[in-house]
């Protein structure tokens, strides 16, 4: 289904456009990624709808991903990791986050090293989608340290155990997501635009 919905997408591109290859692989990438993340969605909320925790999943897809918007982080090299491992935390963090109840000093600690670990090594590019602009790395570290900051605050003040615990799971995972270990373990490359730039030097700045 995703081969022929993309192929057919790419030949009317192609019929009524004259973009060069480079551009056609970029909207291609584009497609896929927006095709993968229709999918996953789709079979979230079904599982989501099934456990009856939609608006918690909601919640927390929203919270994780407006951290992970600028600190970016790993994806997963085929679509069938992506979905499992989408499902697994954006079904299970929710279930996780309604049934347990933290130390709230102990989710201070635990917000304030991943806010650490996130201006450290946020943002963490791909070798599919290298951050190659050195003006625009920083952008992203700042912001990514910022809105960890932000959660780490809220965390302290907010009183909604599941939002509490969904704000410290975000900053947990996107360390996770981010961390050099875990594109060690997955056998990927990290800091990614180092090697674009040695074979792109004209992109250096």
């Known amino acids: 289904m995703k081969k022929f919905l993309i192929s057919k997408c790419m030949n009317y591109i192609k019929s009524k456009t004259d973009y060069n290859d480079v551009k056609l692989k970029e909207i291609e990438y584009g497609l896929v990624g927006i095709y993968l993340t229709i999918s996953k969605l789709i079979v979230i909320a079904l599982i989501a709808l099934l456990l009856g925790i939609m608006k918690e999943t909601i919640i927390f897809l929203l919270l994780f991903n407006i951290v992970r918007a600028t600190a970016f982080g790993l994806h997963a090299s ?9 499902t697994i935390f954006f079904i299970g963090i929710p279930l996780v986050s309604i049934n347990i109840s933290i130390n709230i000093y102990l989710k201070l600690i635990l917000a304030i090293l991943s806010t650490i670990y996130i201006f450290k090594y946020a ?5 599919k989608r290298p951050i190659v602009n050195k003006k625009r790395r920083k952008v992203y570290k700042i912001i990514s340290t910022i809105i960890s900051i932000i959660y780490t605050i809220l965390i302290i ?5 599941f939002i509490s615990n969904c704000l410290l799971f975000s900053l947990i995972l996107e360390s996770f997501m981010i961390s050099p270990i875990i594109y060690k373990i997955f056998k ?13 030097p004209e992109f250096s700045n």
């Open 78 to 86: 085929k679509s069938w990791m992506c979905l499992v491992s989408s």
């Open 123 to 127: 943002p963490a590019d791909t070798h």
């Open 157 to 161: 003040i907010i009183d909604n155990n």
């Open 188 to 200: 990927l490359p990290y800091n990614n635009y180092i090697k674009f730039l040695e074979t792109h």
